[in-house]
C-alpha cells in the first residue's frame, strides 16, 4: 500500500473528460510547491466529514494581536500557561479543549451560544468517561492474547453500540428516560454550581445534535478560573471579544472551537459535464445510498451524505461501504465499462424515502447540528435513514439495475474474451473448486466466491 501513498499531497480540483471517460485531478505537493495533474478513470472520496476547517467571521477577527487558531489547526508551540484565555464554542472540540487546559490557565472565558447534552458514554459502552486516562489491567490485556476470550470482548464491547437505534425517535421512552438520566448526571457535576444547569441542558432533545460524554467539561466549568458566557458575540478588538450587550472582555488567547464545513462538499472544485459538485448539492446535498451522485460519472464517496447509520460503529460501516464499492469496482474493471452513474429515479426514490423517515426522529428538532448542515429544520443529510444493522443489509448487494453503465461502444459481450478462464490458460490452478469437504461447504454462498473463476 505505501508504495500508492502519497503524503503531503493536496488536491486542488476534479474535472470529468467525457471524451476520456477519466478524471483529471489537480494536485499540488505541499513540500516542493510543484502543482501537477493526474488521470484516473475513478475517484473515491474518503476525506471525512470535517474536511474544511475555518476561523469564524466575526467582525474585527483580523484585527486580533493576541494567539488566534482553530483547534483543528493547534499550534504545538503555544502554552496557555497562566494566561487569560477563550474558548469559542462549546460543540464536541470546545467540550475536549476546555478542561485539559482549564487547570494551567489563569482564567477562561467560554462562548457558548446553545445548550448541549453531556452524556456519560457514546453508546453505553462503560461506566463513564473520565478526563484522567482509563486504562485495562494488564491482566485483561494479557487475556486478549486468547483468541476466544479477545472475540468475546470485542462482541460484548460493540454489541452495546447497535442496541440503542431506539433512541433516535421522538418521545420514545428510552429518548424520555435518557433525558432524565442526562439532566440527573450533568445536576451531579455541575454541583459545585448548580445555577449552571438552566443554561445547559437544552429544549431538543438527545440525540438531535452529536452526542458527547465530555470527561471533564462540566467539573471544569464550576471552577473559579472559568466564566460561562451565553451572550453573543459582537466583534473583536486587539486584545479583547466584545459581546451583544457591549461587555469587552481582554484576554491573551482565542481557541476557536467554531467546527468545519458541514456541507460534506469535498475542499476542491469537482466539475463535470460543464456543472460542479457544489452546484448539484445546493441547497442539499443528494446521493443514492450515501455513494454516488447522478451526473457525476465514476465518483464513489466513503461517508458521504446519507451514508452512515446513526447506530453501531464508523469502522463498520466504512468496511461495509468499501465492500460495496469494491463489488462495483470489479463488474467495471472484468465487464469493460468505461464509465457509470446511478439513475435520477433510483436517487430521487432513495432521497424521498430518506425524507420520509427523518421527520419521525429526533433528528428535525430544531436544533443546529452537522446532520442538518447547521440549519435546525433543514434536510437531514448526516445520517442514513435507517440503523446500522439496516445499512450493512441494504448495501450487501448492489442492485445493479439502479446504474447507468456505458461502454466503450463495441459488443458489450468484448469483455468474454477468447472463451478461456485465467487458469485454463496457465495450465496451473484447481478447476474444481466447487467442490468442498462437507464440512466446508454454506449452502447460502455455495457458488458465489467471486474469485474462483479468475484465481491462477
Known amino acids: 500500500m505505501y508504495k500508492y501513498l502519497k503524503l503531503r499531497h493536496k488536491i486542488t480540483g476534479a474535472v470529468w473528460d467525457e471524451q476520456k471517460s477519466r478524471w483529471s485531478l489537480g494536485i499540488h505537493n505541499l513540500e516542493s510547491g510543484e502543482q501537477s495533474s493526474q488521470d484516473f478513470d475513478v475517484v473515491v472520496t474518503a476525506i471525512g466529514r ?20 482553530h483547534s483543528s489547526n493547534w499550534d504545538p508551540e503555544f502554552d496557555p500557561k497562566d494566561k487569560t484565555v477563550a474558548v469559542i464554542g462549546n460543540g464536541a472540540s470546545g467540550i475536549q479543549v476546555l478542561p485539559n487546559i482549564q487547570p494551567i490557565v489563569k482564567h477562561l472565558d467560554h462562548y457558548a451560544r446553545n445548550p448541549t447534552w453531556i452524556a456519560g458514554s457514546f453508546g453505553g459502552e462503560g461506566e463513564g468517561r473520565k478526563l484522567e486516562p482509563i486504562y485495562y489491567p494488564p491482566e485483561l490485556l494479557e487475556s486478549f492474547s486468547d483468541d476466544e476470550t479477545y472475540y468475546k470482548f470485542r462482541k460484548e464491547l460493540e454489541s452495546k453500540f447497535y442496541v440503542r437505534f431506539g433512541l433516535i425517535f421522538k418521545d420514545s421512552e428510552t429518548n424520555v428516560q435518557t ?27 438527545p440525540w438531535c445534535r452529536r452526542l458527547t460524554p465530555g470527561p471533564g467539561y462540566l467539573e471544569a466549568l464550576t471552577a473559579d478560573n472559568v466564566s460561562l458566557i451565553r451572550d453573543p458575540i459582537s466583534h473583536f478588538t486587539a486584545d479583547s471579544i466584545v459581546t451583544k450587550d457591549g461587555t469587552a472582555r481582554k484576554v491573551d488567547a482565542i481557541i476557536c472551537a ?40 465514476n465518483m464513489l464517496y466513503i461517508q458521504g451524505p446519507n451514508a452512515a447509520g446513526p447506530s453501531g460503529t464508523v ?15 470489479r463488474k467495471v474493471s472484468n465487464q469493460g465499462i468505461r464509465s457509470f452513474i446511478p439513475s435520477q429515479a433510483a436517487t430521487d426514490d432513495f432521497t424521498a424515502y430518506c425524507d420520509s423517515f427523518f421527520p419521525k426522529t429526533v433528528f428535525s428538532e430544531r436544533c443546529s447540528s452537522w446532520a442538518n448542515g447547521g440549519k435546525p429544520g433543514a434536510r437531514i443529510h448526516g445520517h442514513w435513514p435507517g440503523s446500522a444493522s439496516h445499512v450493512n443489509w441494504v448495501r450487501r448487494e448492489p442492485r445493479w439495475e439502479d446504474w447507468e453503465w456505458k461502454t466503450g461502444g463495441e459488443n458489450r459481450f468484448k469483455w468474454f474474451g477468447d472463451g478461456w478462464t485465467a487458469k485454463e490458460k496457465s495450465g496451473t490452478g484447481d478447476l474444481t473448486g466447487y467442490l468442498k469437504l462437507p464440512k466446508d461447504i454454506d449452502l447460502r454462498s ?11
Not at 455455495?446 to 491462477?456: A, S, V
Open 179 to 205: 433525558r432524565e438520566d442526562y439532566i440527573k448526571l450533568m445536576a451531579h457535576r455541575l454541583k459545585n454550581k448548580p445555577e449552571l444547569l438552566e443554561h445547559l441542558v437544552p429544549d431538543f432533545s
Open 315 to 329: 469502522p463498520n460501516q466504512v468496511e461495509t461501504q468499501t465492500t460495496y464499492i469494491a463489488k462495483l469496482l
Open 446 to 456: 455455495y457458488h458465489e466466491e467471486w474469485f474462483e473463476g479468475i484465481e491462477k
Open 50 to 69: 470535517f474536511n474544511d476547517w475555518k476561523l469564524p467571521e466575526y467582525p474585527g477577527i483580523k484585527d486580533f494581536k493576541g494567539h488566534i487558531r
Open 258 to 297: 467554531t467546527g468545519a464545513n458541514i456541507s460534506m462538499l469535498p475542499p476542491f472544485p469537482i466539475t463535470a459535464n460543464n456543472h460542479t459538485l457544489q452546484s448539484a448539492w445546493s441547497p442539499n446535498p443528494l446521493t443514492y445510498l450515501g455513494l454516488a451522485t447522478p451526473g457525476f460519472p
